[in-house]
Every structure is written in C-alpha cells, then in structure tokens.
C-alpha cells in the first residue's frame, strides 16, 4: 500500500523478517497503511531524520497519527490491540488465560525459535550473498538447538491447531517472516519431518495476509543486486 494519505506509516524495507512482521499484523488486522520506501545499502536508517524516529537506527518504525514507536514486536502488539485484539487472545472467550499462554508462545518464539532459525538463515542465505563461507559447526549447533524447539512445537501442535489454541494468533504470525527465509534453506527438512509443525507451517503460509507480504520478500533479501552491483 502506497499513498502518501495514509494515517499509518510504516519505515523500512519488507525483506527485512522485522519488517514484514509488522506488515503481516496490519494486513490481518485490515488496516490502511504507508510503507516508506528507504534504502539499506544508502544508509537510510542512519540518517537524521530516521534516528529522530528511532534512537537505535533500526527498521522498522511505525507512525500512527502522533504515535512513533519502534521495536517490531512492540508494533505488532500495538496494532493488534487497537484493530484485531482477539490475535492477542484479548477477544472470544479466552480473557486473561487465553492472552497468556499467547504471551507464553512469543516468548518461545522469541528466545527459543528465532535465535537458532535466524542463525541458520543467516549462515545459509545471507552469508554466501555477502561472498563468505558460511560457519558449519554454528549451522550443526543450531540446527540441533532448532530440532528440540521444533519437537516441542510438534507436540503442542498435537494438541491444538495453532501454538495458542484453535485459532491463530499473534504467537503463530510472528514466526512467518523468519520462517519464510528458513524453509527456503536445506534445514527446511527439520520441519517437514514433523507432520504437525509441516501442516502449521503450510497453514500459516497460505494465510492471505501472509502470501501478499511474501511477495516483498525476496529469497535473496535483496543483497543479490548488491553483490552484483560491487
């Protein structure tokens, strides 16, 4: 979405899975939006006007009418309360309980899912795009560490459809974009060999508001150009 009239704005580039975090909670949550155009490689997010807007010079960065917040998932959480509590468990029955065991599930994917998978991704894909050799004794640790993650994820998924419950939540969307890049390398096996975290995987994936986001996220996270332009 990208008319300048929009109420909401939102800084970064989609490739980044911080980013498109926040991008997939406003689509699922409907809302209308702005995705300010910068530049990694010009050094946007290190420029004046955007460490006025985040001290940390990091993408991304919303702005909602007077509001200015950073932090992807502090966003998304924003958002979701304003437009969609229910991704939150703050909706539908579930009240205080239903939240937490949401709350419950983000820090897992916090903590325990995104350090192994994002050193993976990163060994992986952006590594050998940035001309390196990737680390295999840090892709080994890893992918054991990811393997534990993922067979305690199989067993919730066991249990219930998505990590929350029956209905998605805001603990299963904020596993996309990272996912995203994950399943596009040779580790993808790790999930596929779990029948329950395959189906949840494929689930989230094919959601609308995941597969538009998907289409701004390059496998290559955009550093092919770069390479070639070096």
Avoid at 118 to 128: D, K, Q, S
Avoid at 172 to 177: A, R, T, W
Avoid at 190 to 217: D, G, I, T
Wanted: net charge negative; aromatic share 6%.
């Amino acid at each position: 979405m990208a008319a300048s009239t929009k109420a909401v704005k939102v800084y970064g580039w989609a490739a980044s899975p911080f980013v498109a975090r926040v991008l997939v909670c406003l689509e699922e949550a409907g809302v209308d939006y702005e995705l300010v155009a910068m530049s990694r490689d010009a050094g946007d997010h290190r420029r004046p006007d955007h460490l006025a807007r985040n001290p940390f010079g990091q993408v991304p960065v919303l702005e909602d009418g007077d509001l200015t917040l950073f932090e992807s998932r502090a966003i998304a959480r924003h958002v979701l309360r304003k437009h969609k509590p229910e991704l939150l468990g703050g909706s539908g029955g579930g009240g205080l309980e239903q939240s937490a065991i949401v709350d419950v599930w983000l820090e897992v994917e916090a903590h325990q899912h995104e350090p192994a998978a994002g050193a993976i991704v990163m060994e992986c894909l952006i590594t050998p795009l940035l001309g390196g050799a990737p680390d295999q004794a840090a892709i080994g640790e890893n992918a054991g560490k990811l393997r534990r993650v993922l067979e305690a994820y199989e067993a919730r998924l066991s249990r219930s459809r998505y990590l929350a419950g029956d209905s998605v939540s805001f603990a299963d969307l904020s596993h996309f974009p990272l996912m995203r890049y994950f399943m596009a390398t040779e580790h993808a096996a790790l999930v596929e060999a779990l029948p329950h975290v395959r189906a949840w995987w494929e689930e989230l994936a094919a959601r609308p508001a995941a597969r538009k986001v998907a289409e701004l996220m390059p496998l290559d996270l955009g550093l092919s150009s770069r390479k070639h332009e070096q």
